[in-house]
Nanobody, 115 residues
Framework: QVQLVESGGGLVQAGGSLRLSCAVS????????MAWHRQTPGKERELVAR?????VTNYADSVKGRFTISRTSANVYLQMDSLKPEDTGVYYC???????????WGQGTQVTVSS
C-alpha cells in the first residue's frame, strides 16, 4: 500500500527557513505527480507546490520565489525560505496517480511561523 511520511515541520521565526521531507513507499504505478498542500487556520486546504514526473513545477502565487519543490523517485521536498506568519499550518504531502488521478495523502506536519 502507498505510504507517505512527512517530516521537517516545526517552529521558526518569520524570515527563517524550513525544509520539509516526505518519504514515499509502496508506489506501484508510474508516472505520478508529487505535491505539497497546506491547511492554514480559517482557510480551505490549498495547493502549495506541485512537481510532475518530468520535473515540471507550479506554485501558489503566495509562495512563488520563496518555496522550492524537488523530488526523487521516493521522496519529495519543500524548501521554504523567507517564511511568514501566514505560512503557518499543517503541510501535507500528496502523490497523484498519473492515469486515475487518485490522490494519496500523508498525515501532515505542523509548521508554525512566529512574528
Amino acid at each position: 500500500q502507498v505510504q507517505l511520511v512527512e517530516s521537517g515541520g516545526g517552529l521558526v521565526q518569520a524570515g527563517g527557513s524550513l525544509r520539509l521531507s516526505c518519504a514515499v513507499s509502496g508506489i506501484y504505478f508510474n508516472p505520478y505527480a508529487m505535491a505539497w498542500h497546506r491547511q492554514t487556520p480559517g482557510k480551505e486546504r490549498e495547493l502549495v507546490a506541485r512537481i510532475t514526473s518530468v520535473a515540471v513545477t507550479n506554485y501558489a502565487d503566495s509562495v512563488k520565489g520563496r518555496f522550492t519543490i524537488s523530488r526523487t523517485s521516493a521522496n519529495v521536498y519543500l524548501q521554504m525560505d523567507s517564511l511568514k506568519p501566514e505560512d503557518t499550518g499543517v503541510y501535507y504531502c500528496v502523490v497523484t496517480h498519473g492515469s486515475t488521478r487518485r490522490d494519496y495523502w500523508g498525515q501532515g506536519t505542523q509548521v508554525t511561523v512566529s512574528s
